[in-house]
């Protein structure tokens, strides 16, 4: 229910990345798949200076429905992911707790099926993303991509 294409919106996050990052950050584009197995295959399409990178990663379906775990191959830290809320047609929004041998951080995620959501969805991923402990300077709506934007090099 999940699969195809979505946009991320917002971000929210305590870990260090995000901190050093999040003045570059900017829309991407996600796609889900099924596996035969039920496991979801998430290719995410991210802006990186003037082109696209793309990341592959393979969610693995645990006992819990809407919950998957992730291991990264290139940090080596333990992704615990939720589906906290969708109605699979506009939004989906996503929590993951991510523990690695420094410490643990938490990252909530809002998925929009188009580059737009109401402002009540919006406001919702904040709610949410402040119950789960972040603050303001850690919540972003991620500015739209795809644009030249004026005067940028």
């Keep these: 229910q999940l699969t195809g294409r979505w946009y991320s919106i917002g971000l929210a996050s305590n870990s ?16 889900i798949s099924a596996t035969a197995d039920g496991n979801l295959e998430v290719t995410s399409t991210y802006p990186k200076g003037d082109r696209c990178e793309k990341r592959n990663s393979l969610y693995t379906k645990t006992d819990q429905p809407g919950r998957f775990s992730y291991t990264s191959p290139r940090w080596g830290s333990n992704h615990d992911i939720r589906v906290v809320e969708t109605n ?5 929004m996503v929590a993951t707790q991510i523990s690695k041998s420094t410490g643990s951080s938490t990252m909530v995620l809002l998925y929009s099926r188009t580059k737009e959501l109401s402002p009540e969805r919006l406001e919702r991923f904040t709610q949410f993303s402040r119950q789960q402990g972040l603050t303001e300077e850690e919540i972003l709506i991620l500015p739209q991509t795809g644009e030249k934007l004026e005067g940028t090099r």
């Design 16 to 31: 260090n990345w995000f901190k050093e990052k999040k003045h570059l950050m900017k829309m991407c584009t996600t796609d």
């Design 88 to 92: 699979y047609d506009e939004y989906a």
